[in-house]
T-cell receptor, first 113, second 113 residues
Framework: KQEVTQIPAALSVPEGENLVLNCSFT??????LQWFRQDPGKGLTSLLL?????REQTSGRLNASLDKSSGRSTLYIAASQPGDSATYLC????????????FGTGTLLAVQP | GAGVSQTPSNKVTEKGKYVELRCDPI?????LYWYRQSLGQGPEFLIY????????DSGLPNDRFFAVRPEGSVSTLKIQRTERGDSAVYLC???????????FGPGTRLLVL
């Protein structure tokens, strides 16, 4: 059974710092991996999707990497801003006939001005 | 364009009552998913529709839960004889095709008293 773990559970950094969020999964047979952002009381916003054949994806100040063989992904946020404060969720899909996502419990990020 | 919408945004009901939660996916998206998120946890898969048919309902917790998508667009999640443990945020997501990015709605916050 696929399990997804995110470390740390919470992180507080001063504005301007670069930071890394970690995600690990137990079954390397994934189809793709997505990183999401969730603001308090809101739904999920997709940030990046990495296909299993890819090593990384970039969007603005965000860079996500994937090492499928070791079951790990990282989300790198450059020059953090207070507006980046949110919960970041990692999710993997096994593909197949469903492509349902299996989520970690998230990292709560606070960027202090 | 319009994103995924869900109604109601909040629902308070009494134990034993019946509730319906509605999801309007992004126009043209054939894949539709329901997830449930408990406080402090990541979302958990409930059911997946491809078109009108429920292709995977393995995440439904028991037979009190049922979902339909009669015309391949709007979907309704139905919960009979609600229990306090059903209290959670119910999230809907859609994607253009199987395997592509899933776009989430804002969720319905269900509270069973």
């Amino acid at each position: 059974k696929q399990e997804v773990t995110q470390i740390p559970a919470a992180l507080s950094v001063p504005e301007g710092e670069n930071l890394v969020l970690n995600c690990s999964f137990t079954d390397s047979a994934i189809y793709n991996l997505q990183w999401f952002r969730q603001d308090p009381g809101k739904g999920l916003t997709s940030l990046l999707l990495i296909q299993s054949s890819q090593r990384e994806q970039t969007s603005g100040r965000l860079n996500a990497s994937l090492d499928k063989s070791s079951g790990r992904s990282t989300l790198y946020i450059a020059a953090s801003q207070p507006g980046d404060s949110a919960t970041y969720l990692c999710a993997v899909s096994g593909g197949g006939a469903t492509n349902k996502l299996i989520f970690g419990t998230g990292t709560l990020l606070a960027v202090q001005p | 364009g319009a994103g995924v919408s869900q109604t109601p945004s909040n629902k308070v009901t009494e134990k034993g009552k019946y509730v319906e939660l509605r999801c309007d996916p992004i126009s043209g998206h054939t894949a539709l998913y329901w997830y449930r998120q408990s406080l402090g946890q990541g979302p958990e898969f409930l059911i997946y529709f491809q078109g009108t048919g429920a292709a995977d309902d393995s995440g439904l917790p028991n037979d009190r839960f049922f979902a339909v998508r009669p015309e391949g667009s709007v979907s309704t999640l139905k919960i009979q004889r609600t229990e306090r443990g059903d209290s959670a945020v119910y999230l809907c997501a859609s994607s253009p095709l199987l395997g592509e990015t899933q776009y989430f709605g804002p969720g319905t916050r269900l509270l069973v008293l």
